[in-house]
């Protein structure tokens, strides 16, 4: 008896420490939660060519050694004070100053050296990230120079819900509205509402696997009915409109909905092509909008994309002309939201999992 007081006891002492340590935890991610959401939201402009130049006198350093750089600096030296002995038979005469227009560095100070804005979008089944999206989009717009000013959007997205993906596609036609040169360039992935966004630009850059394409409209629903109606328990169902309701999770699902529900599909494809035919008139639609994906090359093939090289490559390839800005706006998002879209994105892996035709 004793024996089982004192398990009793102690049982009852483990449970109170792991509510306290509960309550402890609970209290500390609402005060974490609470001091970011008093965050304000941030723009971040971060200039890309100083990235490229630090990169670049990292390895020259690296593979050429201070003794060379200092070599050079001690020949240079001597041309532009006229001196002789720096070499023989070498010109004493001090070369002319490089000017802009003949060697338009990134830091050539012109002011009509042209802009390159670059933004990253990475979606999820939701287009969660739209919401900052449109806060670049519009931070572009207040100082971009039409037909001088161009941007370039690197995107990643497997596609999801029409409204949302609809939505993102809008703003990048703001900036295509606007008269700025829109490029996107994707490394891995633009398929179904993704190619959607990418469409809107005046030039999709792929890399050579990546892929493209799904341009087709899909559900799945699962239907608890039958085993509902093992159990004995019902579900009662109350519309207002014929067609308020068409398929269901728990209720009978009939002919007529399934009817109605393959409409509302295929008015959904037909806008998605209708869309593409508008900023893309080239396409096959009835080749390409079947709803398979293609990769890279054979999507370069079938006017998917109009050229294929990495993002990396356009980029760096780019710095060497222009100004490139980097736009990245950010805003804290509380606790919940951040744990609803983790057990979001596990649930879209799973669904992705099962092949192709689980996607949106």
């Not at 020259?60 to 750089?69: I, L, M, Q, Y």
Request: net charge neutral.
């Amino acid at each position: 008896m004793e024996l089982l007081q004192e398990y009793g006891l102690f049982f009852a002492k483990l449970v109170t420490a792991l509510v306290v340590v509960l309550i402890f935890v609970s209290a500390v991610a609402g005060v974490v939660a609470k001091s970011r959401e008093r965050r304000p939201d941030r723009l971040t402009v971060r200039k890309l060519n100083d990235r490229y130049r630090r990169m670049e006198k990292t390895i020259r350093h690296a593979v050429e050694g201070s003794a060379t750089w200092r070599a050079r600096l001690r020949k240079k030296l001597g041309w532009r004070r006229g001196d002789s002995s720096s070499g023989e038979g070498e010109s004493t005469e001090a070369p002319k100053p490089d000017t802009p227009s003949e060697h338009p560095g990134p830091d050539s100070g012109d002011q009509e050296r042209p802009r390159v804005y670059v933004l990253h979008f990475t979606g999820d089944i939701r287009a969660s990230s739209v919401d900052s999206l449109r806060e670049e989009v519009t931070a572009i717009l207040t100082l971009a120079r039409p037909e001088q000013d161009r941007v370039i959007v690197c995107l990643e997205s497997p596609g999801g819900f029409v409204p949302s993906y609809g939505l993102a596609a809008s703003q990048l036609a703001r900036l295509r509205d606007q008269g700025l040169d829109l490029t996107v360039a994707v490394d891995r992935v633009a398929a179904s509402g993704g190619y959607m966004m990418a469409a809107v630009a005046h030039r999709i850059v792929a890399a050579p696997f990546a892929v493209l394409g799904s341009i087709g409209v899909v559900a799945q629903i699962p239907n608890l009915h039958r085993w509902l109606e093992r159990h004995d328990i019902d579900v009662e169902l109350l519309t207002a409109g014929e067609y308020k309701r068409t398929l269901t999770v728990l209720g009978e699902n009939t002919d007529e909905g399934r009817r109605k529900f393959r409409e509302q599909l295929d008015e959904a494809h037909d806008q998605f092509k209708t869309f593409l035919s508008r900023y893309r008139p080239s396409l096959d639609l009835e080749k390409v909008a079947t709803g398979e994906h293609w990769y890279g090359e054979q999507a370069h093939e079938l006017g998917l994309a109009d050229e294929l090289r990495t993002s990396d490559d356009l980029l760096l390839e780019t710095s060497r002309e222009a100004d490139l800005f980097e736009i990245t706006y950010t805003r804290p998002q509380r606790l919940s939201r951040r744990i609803t879209l983790a057990m979001e994105s596990i649930v879209e892996r799973v669904l992705r999992s099962q092949g192709p035709e689980a996607r949106l």
